[in-house]
């Protein structure tokens, strides 16, 4: 199949790729080899699909569900029981030069599965999937009569990428091997990983994936914001008008409360608590407060600060924001809501700095090209 670039050079629909998929199924007659290259390549296909926005999030369940269905034809279960009335299981011979494309189409079903909405799909038929890959890889063994990992590592090009270096085949063994393990003994965890390289960080780190909605890049949770549909860089181009002075005023500020009342994102509401009334601001715990809490002023110079009593980040960063505005309060300044943001962001221990410096830098770009 050789080098694949991402961008398709003829767009399909997401039924003509299944249309491929099930008529190699069925022109299968004495040898996997034609099988494996089509599947990868139409598999392949499929994920430019999704990277064009031509297949949605929402639609990728049901597009592997029906590739899964078809493929099971080939890719059978062992047998329970070898009863001697049923006949022989027929074993297909795939030749060794066909390994990558046989791990590839296992590797675009993973990297599928990790950017489509699973929300509505059951576990069992998440467990089905799994199974159904390790199915996959033992067809491809007893094929070509491969015996260990090494063997069949060395075969598939481990160490290789593919999608312009974006999808890798290592981190596609490493998953496809702990299954396997895990059918075995029902123990082996499947490693935290993605066979999607984060758009940032360039990791594999950590299985979940989301797409921003501004520069539609694939990011793993570290490098997106905590709205969940932005990358980080995306999310902080929102502070570049603060002035950089202030912001780093505001980002020690807000490290030296955390360093003075012990405070994390994860502190209980207790600390909180204490902390804020040592600034001015009561808190009153009510479950009639709104989840990003009220707060209210009083004649006396005090303020009063409502929340509901829950454990969660959203709790968390209505606190911090009350002591980001007591701390202007008592620098007789105005709160601004985007500076209280801002420094909300750092107390929840968001890196900003470096995703700042790369929006900061992206910024006048933007704008000489919105003046073109």
């Known amino acids: 199949m050789g080098p694949m670039s991402e961008t398709p050079a003829k767009i399909e629909t997401p039924a003509k790729v299944k249309t491929r998929v099930r008529e190699a199924v069925a022109a299968v007659t004495t040898s996997l080899d034609a099988l494996v290259e089509t599947v990868a390549g139409a598999l392949a296909d499929a994920w430019r699909l999704e990277r064009c926005g031509h297949l949605s999030a929402r639609d990728v369940p049901d597009f592997l569900e029906s590739v899964i269905t078809a493929l099971r034809k080939v890719a059978l279960p062992p047998p329970k029981k070898v009863k001697f009335s049923d006949p022989i299981r027929k074993i297909l011979p795939v030749s060794e030069a066909n390994m990558k494309h046989g791990l590839d189409a296992a590797l675009f079903l993973l990297a599928l599965h990790q950017v489509g909405d699973f929300t509505e799909t059951a576990d069992k038929k998440k467990a089905a999937q799994e199974i159904f890959l390790d199915d996959w890889r033992r067809m491809l063994w007893e ?134 009334r040592e600034k001015g601001v009561d808190v009153a715990f009510t479950d009639t407060a709104p989840l990003e809490g009220v707060e209210t002023g009083s004649s006396q110079g005090r303020h009063r600060l409502e929340v509901r009593d829950r454990q969660s980040g959203t709790i968390r960063r209505a606190m911090f924001a009350s002591m980001a505005r007591a701390l202007a309060r008592a620098a007789d300044e105005d709160p601004d809501p985007l500076q209280t943001e801002f420094f909300v962001d750092i107390c929840m221990g968001l890196g900003l700095e470096d995703a700042l410096k790369v929006a900061a830098a992206a910024a006048p770009q933007s704008t000489e090209q919105s003046k073109g």
């Open 143 to 276: 094929g070509a009569k491969i015996k260990d990992w090494p063997a069949f590592r060395a075969l598939a090009g481990g160490e290789e990428r593919v999608i312009e270096g974006r999808l890798s085949r290592d981190v596609a063994l490493a998953i496809l091997e702990s299954m396997h393990k895990r059918r075995v003994d029902n123990l082996t965890p499947i490693p935290d990983l993605s066979v999607l390289a984060c758009a940032r960080c360039g990791k594999f780190q950590g299985a979940d994936r989301a797409r921003c909605a501004l520069c539609k890049g694939t990011y793993c949770s570290k490098c997106l914001s905590p709205t969940a549909d932005l990358c980080l860089v995306d999310y902080v181009a929102k502070y570049v008008p603060i002035d950089p002075e202030r912001r780093t005023k505001l980002a020690n500020d807000a490290r030296g409360i955390l360093k003075e009342f012990r405070l994390d994102p994860y502190a209980r509401n207790d600390q909180f608590a204490r902390a804020l």
